[in-house]
Each structure stands twice: as C-alpha cells, then as structure tokens.
C-alpha cells in the first residue's frame, strides 16, 4: 500500500497570516503561544475557539467525552484530547477532505496542497498514521487508542499490525484515513504547491 501523492490540510482562513508567519502548528501550541491554561490541552472543544491572538481552533463536537468512553481503549478522553491537540492533521482522501470543508459551514477555508513524497523526505519520522478519522466519535465510532496512530516507519515495514487490535489485524489494503505530523511543521510553505481559497 502506497500513500498517494498528495496531500490535503484545511485552515481557516482566519490563521492564514499565523501559518506563513509560523508554518502549520498543532492546536497545542497555538494553545501555548495564546497563553492559556494548559488545562486547555485536554479540554473538549464543543464550540470553534477564537484565541487572544486572533488565531481559530476548531470545535471538536464530534467527539465528546460522553461518546469517547464508548470506544477508547487504555485512555481516559482528556488523554485523547492531549493526544490529538499535539498533531497536525492532513487529510489523505479528497472524499474526507469535502466532508470536513462541509462541517466548516459558513466559515471561509483555505486549502492547502503538498507532495506527500517531499514532505515525508523531511518529517517522516514524526509522521503517523491512522486507520479511522480520529476526530470523529460518532454513529458507531471504532475503537481507538494511542496505538490508532501507527508510525509511518513502522506501517511501512508492518502495515497495520503496529495497530495491535483485540479484533484482528486490518489487512495492509486498508488504506489509511489520516496523516499526522507531530507538534508542527514550522516549514510549511516551503512543501505548499498550491493554496486555493474555499
């Protein structure tokens, strides 16, 4: 199984000065560079968040905590907000892609679009990647962990057996659903082949 060439991340069009200032940061760090408690971490985000600074985090209303118990493993939900506060997401299929510019409603969105080759030539020892839309713990949602994020070097050389699932190993076709990036890539544009407002 092969990644396809590109590569897909949303912004709202709000963070577009703070992304060619800083590059593409996790929503931890913005919390840190807003100055907030790091309670925020973990903190469910029913609502879009405004920060001091101007710069927007999206609402996590997909996962609240309630539905998140049902399906994690080995992790209370506040871990799991920790957990994907600390990545950078970009999207892998277009399908996901639309469905996520769809939620966004009214809100003007930038895309952005990189060669997955040449990012991973830089960062792929803090790429992982997931199996499920991690984000998302609604209407039967998988079971999830820290193990739904499986290193990029590891599912090169295993597939999704670095997975370790109770219910079976996914097979290798399964293709992955998301590409995380650890903390930041404070060199984002210069991976960014085409910006496209929506």
């Given at each position: 199984?092969q990644?396809p060439?590109?590569?897909f991340?949303l912004?709202?069009?709000?963070?577009l000065?703070s992304i060619?200032?800083?590059g593409?940061?996790?929503?931890s760090?913005?919390?840190?560079?807003?100055g907030?408690?790091?309670?925020w971490?973990?903190r469910?985000?029913?609502?879009?968040?405004?920060?001091?600074?101007g710069?927007?985090?999206r609402?996590?209303?997909?996962?609240p905590?309630?539905?998140?118990?049902?399906c994690?493993?080995?992790m209370?939900p506040?871990e799991?907000h920790r957990?994907l506060n600390?990545?950078?997401f970009l999207?892998?299929?277009?399908?996901r892609l639309?469905?996520?510019r769809?939620?966004?409603g009214?809100?003007?969105q930038?895309?952005?679009?990189?060669?997955?080759?040449?990012l991973?030539?830089?960062?792929?020892s803090?790429v992982?990647?997931t199996?499920?839309?991690?984000g998302?713990?609604?209407?039967?949602?998988a079971?999830?962990?820290?193990?739904?994020?499986v290193?990029?070097?590891d599912?090169?050389?295993?597939?999704?057996h670095?997975e370790?699932r109770?219910?079976?190993?996914?097979p290798?076709?399964?293709?992955p659903a998301?590409?995380a990036?650890?903390?930041?890539?404070?060199?984002w544009?210069?991976?960014?082949m085409?910006?496209?407002?929506?």
């Amino acid at each position: 199984m092969q990644l396809p060439p590109l590569l897909f991340h949303l912004a709202e069009t709000a963070n577009l000065r703070s992304i060619e200032q800083l590059g593409l940061l996790s929503a931890s760090d913005l919390i840190e560079r807003a100055g907030l408690p790091t309670v925020w971490h973990e903190r469910h985000r029913p609502h879009r968040l405004v920060l001091p600074n101007g710069v927007v985090l999206r609402d996590q209303k997909p996962m609240p905590p309630t539905a998140l118990k049902r399906c994690l493993r080995g992790m209370t939900p506040e871990e799991w907000h920790r957990l994907l506060n600390s990545k950078v997401f970009l999207w892998i299929d277009r399908e996901r892609l639309n469905r996520q510019r769809d939620a966004c409603g009214r809100f003007p969105q930038i895309l952005y679009v990189v060669k997955t080759e040449k990012l991973l030539e830089r960062y792929a020892s803090s790429v992982a990647l997931t199996p499920i839309n991690s984000g998302n713990a609604r209407r039967r949602p998988a079971v999830r962990g820290a193990k739904t994020f499986v290193p990029y070097l590891d599912w090169i050389e295993r597939g999704w057996h670095a997975e370790g699932r109770d219910e079976g190993v996914r097979p290798r076709s399964h293709a992955p659903a998301e590409f995380a990036v650890s903390r930041a890539i404070p060199d984002w544009m210069d991976f960014v082949m085409e910006i496209r407002a929506l």
